[in-house]
C-alpha cells in the first residue's frame, strides 16, 4: 500500500481514505465484551487526541510521549497520534523524563512519578468511560479528549524522524513502516484475512512487537485487527467458536494456546 520511504501518519491516512467504513480493530475483554471500530471511527479518536496533544499540551515534532499502556485500541489510537503530530511513541518508561506520558489506572501513580510535563491517564474502559478517581494534576483522557476537533491533517514529518523507542533503539518512522510491510509479506496477509492478537489485559504495549510491526503489518495489509484475552482454563473451545466467528484467519500471541486451526499461526 505505500513505499518504503512513507511515514507510519501517511501509512495510516492512505490506508483510512481507501474504505473508511471498514472495521480496523476488534477488542474482546474478559467479561466477553465487545467493541469494534472502523478505520474512520478509530481515525476520529486519532483525530481528537492529535489535537488534544498540539492544542492542550503544546506538543511539537519531536517531542517524546511515553505509552504506559497495553494493547487496546485506545494504546492504538495514542501510538497513531503521536506519529500524526510527528513525536515519539515511548513504550519504556526508563531514561529521560518525556514531555508526556499516558498510563492506565493501575500505572498512574509511577506516571505521576515520571518526571514528565504532562501526564495524562485513561481508564481503558471498552466503551471510553472515565476514570472512576481521577489524582491532582491528572488529565482524564476520555473526558478531556471529546472536546477536540474532529479532523487533524497529519503533520508532513522526515521518515526518518525517530518514531519510536523500544527495546534499548530508536526506530525512524521508515524503519517502523518497513518492519510492518516486511512482516505483511512473510505472513501472507491479505485484505481478507483478520488478524487476532492474544493477549494479556495487563500486558506491555510492546506485545506488538519492539518494533510495533504487528500493528503496522496490519496497517501496511489493510488487514482488521482483533485484540483478545488468552483463553481460560477450560475454555479453549469457547475461546475457538469465537475466533470462528470473528473469521480469524491469522493469529499472533506471546504463548501458546492450544493446537489452533487457523491458517496461519505465529507464536
Given at each position: 500500500m505505500g513505499a518504503m520511504s512513507d511515514s507510519p501518519a501517511r501509512l495510516w491516512r492512505a490506508l483510512v481514505s481507501s474504505d473508511p467504513s471498514r472495521p480496523f480493530v476488534t477488542s474482546h475483554d474478559d467479561l466477553g465484551d465487545r467493541i469494534e471500530l472502523s478505520r474512520a471511527t478509530l481515525d476520529n479518536w486519532v483525530s481528537k487526541t492529535s489535537n488534544m496533544l498540539v492544542d492542550g499540551f503544546g506538543t511539537q515534532p519531536g517531542d517524546r510521549i511515553t505509552l504506559a499502556l497495553p494493547p487496546h485500541w485506545q494504546s492504538v489510537a495514542w501510538v497513531l497520534s503521536c506519529w500524526s503530530?510527528?513525536?515519539t511513541a515511548v513504550l519504556s518508561e526508563d531514561g529521560a523524563a518525556p514531555e508526556v506520558m499516558v498510563a492506565g489506572p493501575d500505572r498512574l501513580e509511577a506516571a505521576q512519578d515520571?518526571?514528565?510535563?504532562?501526564v495524562v491517564g485513561t481508564s481503558l474502559d471498552p466503551l471510553g468511560l472515565p476514570l472512576r478517581d481521577v489524582p491532582p494534576m491528572v488529565t482524564d483522557y476520555?473526558?478531556?479528549?471529546?472536546?477536540h476537533?474532529?479532523?487533524f491533517p497529519a503533520y508532513p514529518v522526515d521518515a526518518a524522524e525517530p518514531a519510536l523507542e523500544s527495546a534499548g533503539r530508536t526506530f525512524t518512522g521508515?524503519?517502523?513502516?518497513?518492519?510492518?510491510?516486511e512482516l505483511a509479506k512473510a505472513w501472507e496477509l491479505g485484505e481478507r484475512d483478520r488478524l487476532a492478537v492474544v493477549v494479556a489485559p495487563d500486558a506491555p504495549l510492546d506485545a506488538f512487537g519492539g518494533d510495533l510491526s504487528v500493528l503496522t503489518a496490519a496497517i501496511a495489509s489493510g488487514v482488521p485487527l482483533l485484540l483478545t484475552p488468552p483463553p481460560a482454563e477450560g475454555d479453549l473451545q469457547r475461546f475457538l467458536d469465537r475466533m470462528g466467528a470473528e473469521g480469524v484467519s491469522v493469529l499472533y500471541g506471546t504463548e501458546p494456546v492450544g493446537d489452533l486451526p487457523f491458517r496461519r499461526v505465529s507464536l
Open positions: 503530530v510527528g513525536a515520571s518526571g514528565a510535563e504532562e476520555t473526558v478531556e479528549v471529546r472536546g476537533g474532529d479532523h521508515a524503519e517502523v513502516v518497513t518492519a510492518g510491510q
